[in-house]
């Protein structure tokens, strides 16, 4: 066959070969002498690369690659994107999935009110599933293994007196599937967090006024119903205040020593050399504060602190009620209005100040940092707020309320604040926690909010954002190809996953997306019969993807390397007679 080949000038065939689907090109190179003599040539796969995926030539080769042929061979047969199973266990939307660290197991949460354990051996099995029905709960909706894979915390709506609804957590063993305890969560969409091996953080909201609230964040000690009367097995970490009828949702932790040895830097300038000191940037600091204003609206009471020769807040609040009775506010405030400016103003002397100097200044640092979504002008979650916790926050021993604090101490500030600017519907860590990547759906450019309970309309369009956790900058465009159609009213999560080098996403449109997180393009498309509300990639094998859907199906995807190995693995069939017709024999 090879000396079937036209002999072509390299310049037609390179240009011939630009234009082949990947799959001819490859097939062509096993077949073709000529292609050979050039297959491994640097320039010819370069420009294959760039041309066939319609990567922006002044992005980098990826620094894990040896060469561009083995680049375009990773992104050709790597990504999972082969179908290879269909669980239908669930007969209720999926709303959620997560791996365990070790990979062997995963968790998958539904509106049929179970929590089901799978084993991910060669074929995916069902290994276990918990009803929470009978505790009051209307569905379960997120799972989270703690870091040793021994116990797991599943998050769910609990429906109370009256038809109440709020949020509570259970812990479940995995060494024989008992429930451990449970713990009130609320709002039910804080979903909760693992903080170490033993505790778990939750959340609580108490009603200040009409549209005004505190959200209360609780650590909590995974046995409770086993620890002794004596130990405390619960402590309140942070109580922040919320303005506008926004609360704190979705918690995860952030560990800061983690992310010094990157998995990827996306950071192209910075890929040659990967920095080795451990995050030291200024959570709060001035300049931080001035790049937000030209773009961002106000921030959040919290981080409105009185200068040192400022007004005191109780002056600001008698000079506000003076002017209201003597009727020089002008022009007249709303009831709405009145109510935000009274807390501003109330919390500005209220809140424990950020405590300077407590950076970490050595890699084995085990400051860790909470994030979760919130907001200053609305109820639509469009903020990202980050604190600080550190070593001695980290177990429940000590008072039961928490630090000692001043009695005009009653809420902790905020670290720092980025603002989307949209509906935040999604959030997901990668690996090394070095970057954060955040689903939201864009409010309209230069929209002004005058009535919090009435937020702006958001894009159909969903981006994806990347943001630096080290510098707490963006890094890279947002990425775009995913949808959402659900109005703002009835928004709803759309879980992502992210891994060494993918980062996957769920949509409304009945498609998952998978990206490359280097060169900031989509991969693939895996197609579901209605809404893909979670994905989760394998923590040992980024070649394994599932996805869950409202279609109550979860979808198991491997990558067509992945697909040829466990194929080639399979015993034939005549292997499996022959050795039945020699054991009848013997």
């Given at each position: 066959m090879d000396?079937?080949?036209?002999?072509?000038?390299?310049?037609?065939?390179?240009?011939?070969?630009?234009?082949?689907?990947?799959?001819?090109?490859?097939?062509?190179?096993?077949?073709?002498?000529?292609?050979?003599?050039?297959?491994?040539?640097?320039?010819?796969?370069?420009?294959?690369?760039?041309?066939?995926?319609?990567?922006?030539?002044?992005?980098?080769?990826?620094?894990?690659?040896?060469?561009?042929?083995?680049?375009?061979?990773r992104?050709?047969?790597?990504?999972?994107?082969?179908?290879?199973?269909?669980?239908?266990?669930?007969?209720?939307?999926?709303?959620?999935?997560?791996?365990?660290?070790?990979?062997?197991?995963?968790?998958?949460?539904?509106?049929?009110?179970?929590?089901?354990?799978?084993?991910?051996?060669?074929?995916?099995s069902?290994?276990?599933?918990?009803?929470?029905?009978?505790?009051?709960w209307?569905?379960?909706?997120?799972?989270?293994?703690?870091?040793?894979?021994?116990?797991?915390?599943?998050?769910?709506?609990?429906?109370?007196?009256?038809?109440?609804?709020?949020?509570?957590?259970?812990?479940?063993?995995?060494?024989?599937?008992?429930?451990?305890?449970?713990?009130?969560?609320?709002?039910?969409?804080?979903?909760?967090?693992?903080?170490?091996?033993?505790?778990?953080i939750s959340?609580?909201?108490?009603?200040?006024?009409?549209?005004?609230?505190?959200?209360?964040?609780?650590?909590?000690?995974?046995?409770?119903?086993?620890?002794?009367?004596?130990?405390?097995?619960?402590?309140?970490?942070?109580?922040?205040?919320?303005?506008?009828?926004?609360?704190?949702?979705?918690?995860?932790?952030?560990?800061?020593?983690?992310?010094?040895?990157p998995?990827?830097?996306?950071?192209?300038?910075?890929?040659?050399?990967?920095?080795?000191?451990?995050?030291?940037?200024?959570?709060?600091?001035?300049?931080?504060?001035?790049?937000?204003?030209?773009?961002?609206?106000?921030?959040?009471?919290?981080?409105?602190?009185?200068?040192?020769?400022?007004?005191?807040?109780?002056?600001?609040?008698?000079?506000?009620?003076?002017?209201?009775?003597?009727?020089?506010?002008?022009?007249?405030?709303?009831?709405?209005?009145?109510?935000?400016?009274?807390?501003?103003?109330?919390?500005?002397?209220?809140?424990?100040?950020?405590?300077?100097?407590?950076?970490?200044?050595?890699?084995?640092?085990?400051?860790?940092?909470?994030?979760?979504?919130?907001?200053?002008?609305?109820?639509?979650?469009?903020?990202?707020?980050?604190k600080?916790?550190?070593?001695?926050?980290?177990?429940?021993?000590?008072p039961?309320?928490?630090?000692?604090?001043?009695?005009?101490?009653?809420?902790?500030?905020?670290?720092?604040?980025?603002?989307?600017?949209?509906?935040?519907?999604?959030?997901?860590?990668?690996?090394?926690?070095?970057?954060?990547?955040?689903?939201?759906?864009a409010?309209?450019?230069?929209?002004?909010?005058?009535?919090?309970?009435?937020?702006?309309?958001?894009?159909?369009?969903?981006?994806?954002?990347?943001?630096?956790?080290?510098?707490?900058?963006?890094?890279?465009?947002?990425?775009?190809?995913?949808?959402?159609?659900?109005?703002?009213?009835?928004?709803?999560?759309?879980?992502?996953?992210?891994?060494?080098?993918?980062?996957?996403?769920?949509?409304?449109?009945?498609?998952?997306?998978?990206?490359?997180?280097?060169?900031?393009i989509?991969?693939?498309?895996?197609?579901?019969?209605?809404?893909?509300?979670?994905?989760?990639?394998s923590?040992?094998?980024?070649?394994?993807?599932?996805?869950?859907?409202?279609?109550?199906?979860?979808?198991v995807?491997?990558?067509?390397?992945?697909?040829?190995?466990?194929?080639?693995?399979?015993?034939?069939?005549r292997?499996?007679?022959?050795?039945?017709?020699?054991?009848?024999?013997?």
């Amino acid at each position: 066959m090879d000396a079937g080949c036209p002999r072509l000038p390299d310049t037609v065939l390179f240009e011939i070969f630009l234009y082949l689907d990947h799959a001819d090109v490859l097939s062509v190179g096993l077949v073709c002498q000529q292609w050979r003599a050039v297959a491994r040539d640097e320039f010819l796969w370069k420009e294959l690369f760039y041309r066939y995926y319609r990567v922006s030539r002044d992005v980098p080769r990826h620094p894990g690659a040896v060469s561009w042929y083995d680049e375009f061979q990773r992104l050709y047969d790597t990504i999972p994107c082969v179908e290879v199973q269909a669980l239908k266990e669930h007969n209720d939307q999926v709303l959620h999935l997560s791996f365990s660290h070790s990979g062997c197991l995963f968790a998958s949460c539904s509106k049929d009110c179970t929590v089901k354990i799978w084993s991910n051996e060669l074929d995916i099995s069902l290994q276990h599933s918990s009803n929470m029905r009978p505790y009051n709960w209307s569905y379960t909706q997120f799972s989270q293994f703690n870091s040793d894979d021994s116990l797991l915390l599943v998050s769910g709506v609990f429906v109370g007196p009256h038809n109440s609804s709020s949020g509570e957590i259970a812990v479940i063993s995995m060494e024989n599937f008992t429930l451990l305890s449970r713990v009130r969560n609320k709002p039910y969409d804080v979903f909760g967090c693992w903080l170490n091996e033993t505790n778990l953080i939750s959340g609580n909201l108490h009603r200040i006024g009409r549209i005004t609230s505190c959200s209360v964040l609780w650590l909590n000690n995974a046995f409770q119903g086993i620890e002794s009367e004596n130990v405390n097995v619960v402590k309140r970490l942070f109580k922040i205040q919320n303005l506008n009828a926004s609360t704190i949702r979705t918690v995860m932790v952030a560990d800061c020593s983690r992310y010094d040895s990157p998995d990827l830097l996306l950071d192209y300038e910075e890929q040659l050399a990967a920095s080795s000191s451990c995050p030291v940037f200024d959570l709060g600091s001035d300049s931080e504060e001035e790049e937000a204003k030209p773009k961002l609206p106000p921030e959040p009471a919290v981080q409105e602190l009185p200068d040192a020769g400022g007004v005191p807040a109780e002056h600001g609040l008698q000079q506000l009620f003076d002017d209201i009775m003597e009727g020089r506010m002008r022009p007249a405030m709303t009831e709405t209005e009145l109510e935000t400016k009274v807390a501003e103003l109330f919390v500005r002397n209220r809140t424990k100040p950020p405590e300077p100097n407590l950076l970490p200044t050595d890699s084995n640092s085990k400051t860790k940092y909470l994030i979760f979504t919130t907001g200053c002008l609305t109820y639509s979650p469009h903020q990202i707020g980050i604190k600080r916790i550190l070593p001695h926050q980290m177990t429940t021993a000590g008072p039961v309320l928490g630090e000692e604090r001043r009695s005009d101490e009653f809420f902790d500030s905020l670290d720092h604040v980025i603002d989307i600017h949209g509906h935040i519907i999604g959030m997901g860590l990668s690996p090394d926690h070095r970057y954060l990547y955040v689903n939201s759906r864009a409010w309209p450019r230069d929209c002004v909010i005058s009535d919090p309970m009435q937020p702006p309309p958001i894009a159909e369009e969903i981006d994806l954002h990347v943001f630096d956790l080290k510098t707490m900058k963006e890094v890279k465009r947002a990425l775009r190809a995913h949808r959402a159609y659900t109005p703002n009213e009835e928004c709803f999560f759309i879980f992502l996953d992210v891994s060494r080098d993918f980062v996957a996403s769920g949509a409304e449109d009945r498609h998952g997306y998978i990206w490359d997180r280097h060169y900031n393009i989509c991969l693939a498309k895996l197609q579901h019969d209605n809404v893909v509300n979670s994905v989760a990639f394998s923590p040992v094998e980024q070649e394994l993807l599932l996805t869950a859907s409202d279609d109550t199906t979860i979808k198991v995807w491997r990558s067509p390397r992945a697909v040829r190995i466990r194929q080639a693995r399979r015993p034939r069939p005549r292997k499996l007679l022959f050795s039945w017709l020699m054991n009848q024999k013997s």
